[in-house]
């Protein structure tokens, strides 16, 4: 079997933690950290690798160059600065702006042919500009999205009706931010629809809404949520396990949306994403739903004129 890399760009908290979260669940045979400062990169990866003696499969872990994207089997994109306490994700927007560009201009002549998969928030308007700007189809190019934000939500329906997490089917949808969604109808647990549970539709969404910024006050970055989703989702493409997860992917009238990129559930395997979901949302949750992609599109349009 060909051994599988994947290779990530950006060696701060984020980055190191998807490395470790890949590491410990044995998803490939090779990870390369990346980063514009390379003792940065080679001390999280060699404090990685360290732990890797300690697992039950090995994995080469070390440090190496923008050019190993080349024949990579899933390339991560981390870069980018930690949201700091009162900050949006949308606040972020032009600094990640400026660190894209220069990474457009080292990815674009490599032909990348892996997925990439895009980490760095905002993540929608990231996913997009990156997507654009290495022109690659929505199947390879997309963004984690609001697949922690579904983690969250799941963690939040689980503690309040009392029922392990494995029970709990729901996703977050829209932006991986302050107007985020949840398809509530789609919603179950133990295969009882949310409706019968008699929870608070806006005690679990404010929860899930605000679970990052209570992370991000409490230590200052949010770092293993992201990292087991990044292994999750690494694990699907190389397995090429065909789950339904949330991520943020370009809409072409999926939704009623086009030309936005947005966290909706999707099918994923060894091309990425393979198909996207339609759930049968009321007419309450496409008004949000649609409320959230004009938020993204603002943002979108803000984007091409840094």
């Known amino acids: 079997m060909k051994e599988r890399k994947i290779v990530i760009l950006g060696a701060g908290h984020v980055g190191s933690h998807c490395a470790y979260a890949l590491a410990a669940c044995g998803v490939c045979e090779e990870i390369v950290l990346v980063d514009v400062i390379p003792e940065k990169a080679y001390a999280q990866a060699l404090d990685v690798a360290d732990s890797v003696s300690l697992m039950s499969r090995p994995v ?10 080349r024949d990579a089997s899933l390339v991560v994109v981390a870069i ?6 009162g900050q949006t994700r949308l ?17 674009k002549p490599l032909d990348i042919s892996c997925p990439v998969v895009t980490v ?3 993540a929608d308007i990231v996913a997009d500009y990156l997507r654009k700007g290495l022109g ?13 934000d579904t983690a969250r939500l799941v963690r939040c329906i689980s503690q309040a009706a009392g029922t392990d997490r494995r029970s709990v089917c729901a996703f977050s949808m829209g932006e991986h931010g302050d107007s985020s969604m949840i398809s509530f109808s789609a919603v179950t647990v133990g295969g009882v629809p949310f409706e019968k549970l008699g929870l608070s539709k806006e005690n679990i969404l404010t929860q899930t809404r605000q679970a990052g910024m209570e992370i991000i006050e409490g230590k200052g970055s949010t770092e293993f949520g992201i990292g087991r989703c990044v292994a999750e989702l690494a694990a699907c493409i ?11 992917v370009l809409l072409e009238g999926e939704y009623g949306q086009q ?3 947005c966290g909706v559930p999707c099918r994923i395997g060894k091309d990425g994403v393979e198909e996207i979901i339609v759930l049968d949302l009321t007419a309450e949750e ?4 649609d409320a959230s992609c004009r938020v993204i599109r603002k943002h979108i349009a803000l984007a091409s004129e840094i």
């Open 60 to 69: 080469q872990v070390r440090s190496g160059e923008v050019s190993e994207c």
């Open 80 to 85: 980018g600065e930690p949201r700091k306490p």
């Open 91 to 107: 606040d972020l927007l032009g600094r990640s702006v400026e660190l894209l560009k220069d990474l457009i201009r080292e990815l």
């Open 120 to 122: 760095t928030n905002p």
């Open 136 to 148: 690659m189809d929505r199947r390879r190019c997309f963004g984690t999205g609001t697949l922690l």
């Open 238 to 248: 190389l397995r090429d396990e065909k789950r339904i997860l949330p991520v943020s």
């Open 259 to 261: 030309g936005v990129h």
């Open 286 to 289: 496409q008004q949000m739903l």
